[in-house]
């Protein structure tokens, strides 16, 4: 039973580019959450996605940031015209339903901004 | 929205020994508490949770204890071992939200043989 898959593990970006990262949840999930870690930090949520549905978006940022979850595939983050500051760890977790049930993260996406 | 105080940030125990990991909330109506496990790299691991219906809740040398007066939950490993080292993060949910989580800002464990 696969856990929750993310792509790429690295990229690097220069300036001005766009990012996407990808996140397959865990299969029966079909609740994604994204979270942005800096290195020394806890994680701070983004945003909370269903199939199709933006739930929650309240912890990304209004310009530049986007987040879908369509009916097939995988939840995709993007962030347009990157800046230095978007350098972090981008984590993604699904879980079977929102609520207190457990989330299950994946290996993440380190964005590295040139 | 809801603020998590972890403590220590970092805590450094001998093989066998028990580490303690605390973390203070503020909303009262937070009712879930994981705590994740995170190695150098690596993906957060969920290893323990908590639903505040209880008080205590182990599983082999982890235990949760939840002081739901007091706001506070507590992380315990026994028997530490050299594997043990990591990050260690608590989280709570924020005001109004019981799916996105607060995470402290973790406590480094490190266990010496």
């Known amino acids: 039973n696969a856990g929750v898959m993310q792509n790429p593990r690295h990229l690097v970006r220069r300036r001005g580019q766009e990012a996407r990262l990808r996140c397959s949840p865990m299969?029966?999930?079909?609740?994604v959450y994204w979270y942005r870690q800096l290195p020394e930090e806890g994680l701070k949520f983004m945003v909370y996605?269903?199939?199709?549905?933006?739930?929650?978006e309240s912890g990304m940022p209004k310009e530049r940031f986007s987040a879908e979850f369509p009916k097939e595939g995988p939840s995709i983050l993007r962030i347009q015209q990157v800046v230095r500051g978007d350098s972090a760890a981008y984590f993604c977790?699904?879980?079977?339903?929102?609520?207190?049930?457990?989330?299950?993260f994946g290996d993440g996406t380190r964005l590295s901004i040139l | 929205g809801e603020n998590v105080e972890q403590h220590p940030s970092t805590l450094s125990v001998q093989e066998g020994d028990s580490a303690v990991i605390k973390c203070t909330y503020s909303?009262?109506?937070?009712?879930?508490f994981p705590w994740y496990k995170q190695e150098l790299g690596k993906r957060p691991q969920l290893i323990i949770d908590?639903?505040?219906?209880?008080g205590e809740k182990k599983d082999q040398r982890i235990a949760v204890t939840l002081n739901k007066t007091a706001k506070h939950f507590s992380l315990h490993i026994t028997e530490t071992q050299p594997e043990d080292s990591a990050v260690y993060f608590c989280?709570?949910?924020?005001?109004?939200?019981?799916?996105?989580?607060?995470f402290g800002k973790g406590t480094l464990l490190t266990v010496n043989p």
């Open positions: 977790a699904s879980s079977t339903g929102g609520g207190d049930q457990p989330q299950h």
């Open positions: 299969k029966g999930h079909s609740h």
């Open positions: 996605l269903q199939k199709e549905n933006i739930i929650d």
């Open positions: 909303d009262s109506a937070s009712n879930y």
């Open positions: 908590i639903r505040s219906n209880v």
């Open positions: 989280a709570a949910p924020q005001r109004g939200s019981n799916y996105k989580l607060t």
